[in-house]
């Protein structure tokens, strides 16, 4: 119970900073909203591993690191610049699917093998997830020009899910006995290669105003999302807290519909149930 209730709670925090952050990138450039949210996560997550004195990672937690860092970069950037250019009901819960179903199959790669009822609540998860994503997809008829910008959207939101389909697996790999280190290693490469991928293509980086202190803001809470993702992963399965943590569509949703009046209709309520059974099925497993 403890693993679920820490996944759930991931999932809130990704899904708030991934509405600060949607909003802030449609008011600056996406990489430099991304690259101020993985530098407030650094801080947050250097702290916190300085503060938990203990722990003893070995190169390999430190290889999971810097492998999810780049994962993060990938999922960030594209997610973030999804959200500049499309509709954050798109993005976020197509990007979920990816979150969902890599650590799943590395999970079982891995050895790791869910009971029945949790494996009843991937099963709903993930046309839940798609539910939403197909309603948000054909619910606003915008012209060729608003379906042009969410096809875009999708792609990114394709790999985004990915990017963070990685992340999470490489978070999943890293031992209560390492610490927290390895985090503030991953946040660490996350930052440089962002900075790196902008200098490369002469894309401004840095973000100001409003948009860089809603990146920041969004940095905070997604390292708060990685660390009580981490802590799940070492208090029961990848495959359990990957799919719960991915459920944070729900809450950008949510945020969307609430702020920025996006709608909400039929089908994509449907995909919310499913999702709402998805966590009674898998907390009962």
Partial sequence: MIAVTLALT??????????VAGVSARRSNAWAVAAACQLASLVVV???AWAATTGSPRLVDFTWGAVG???????????YRGFATGRVSVVAPVSAVGVALVPVAAGLLFGERPSPLTWAGIAAALPGIWCVSRAADTSEAGGADSRARDASALRDAVVAGLGFGVLFVALGR?????????V??????????????????RTRWVARGAAGVGGLVAGV???GANLTYLFATQSGTM?????LTALY??????????????RVDAVQGLGLLFCAVAVGLVAAG
């Avoid at 860092?69 to 997610?79: K, P």
């Avoid at 890293?174 to 390895?182: F, K, N, Y």
């Avoid at 495959?239 to 799919?243: E, S």
């Fill in 221 to 223: 809470m997604s390292a």
């Fill in 184 to 201: 503030a290693v991953c946040q660490l490469v996350a930052l440089l290669t962002l900075v790196a991928f902008a200098v490369a293509t």
């Fill in 239 to 243: 495959t359990v807290a990957a799919v």
């Fill in 10 to 19: 991931s999932a809130l925090a990704y899904g708030a900073s991934d509405f």
């Fill in 69 to 79: 860092g780049i994962g993060n970069a990938v999922g960030t950037a594209f997610l």
């Fill in 249 to 262: 569509p729900v809450v950008t949703i949510l945020l969307a519909a609430a702020i920025l009046r996006e």
């Fill in 174 to 182: 890293v031992p209560r006995e390492a610490g927290l280190t390895p």
């Fill in 46 to 48: 250097a702290l916190a």
